[in-house]
């Protein structure tokens, strides 16, 4: 049986975090796989129609491969990415189904600086089937 993790990543230094932790931590488990996970929606400020919806798949897929190889450029074990367009909550609880770990940063692009922990890790934390580990930004990062 492999060891499975799943990492939500959308390019906020904290997702950068959670995904080095995530990575760290497929190097010291036997068998280990990590999933990477982006998951979109269509903008809301227009009419969505004006979106091609293939481009924007293609867009967020070249840019969740470019953060990966940036952080890992040859895993030792098996890495796959998924990028998928819904709600972001549903992406990464479905995509952590018979998974070890779900592993998220502790808040998101969201301006409420504040916050010890965003609404997707919050709502990921009690909803997903496996436990999540939600990775604090570096200390010298907290300014």
């Known amino acids: 049986m492999s060891y499975r993790i799943v990492v939500g990543v959308e390019g906020s230094p904290q997702s950068i975090e959670a995904l080095r932790w995530a990575l760290d931590e497929a190097a010291v488990h036997p068998k280990s796989e990590v999933c990477v996970v982006l998951a979109w929606q269509l903008p809301f400020l227009t ?19 470019k953060t990966v190889s940036e952080i890992v450029a040859a895993p030792e074990f098996p890495l796959e990415t998924l990028v998928a367009m819904g709600d972001t909550v ?25 916050l010890m922990l965003g609404s997707v890790s919050q709502a990921c934390a009690a909803r997903a089937a496996c436990p999540v580990v939600v990775v604090k930004k570096a200390e010298s990062e907290s300014q």
């Open 47 to 65: 009419n969505p129609a004006a979106f091609n919806r293939e481009e924007l798949q293609l867009t967020y897929e070249e840019f969740l491969v």
């Open 90 to 114: 549903e992406t990464l609880v479905e995509a952590a189904k018979g998974a070890q770990l779900l592993v998220l940063g502790g808040r998101g692009r969201s301006s409420f600086a504040g």
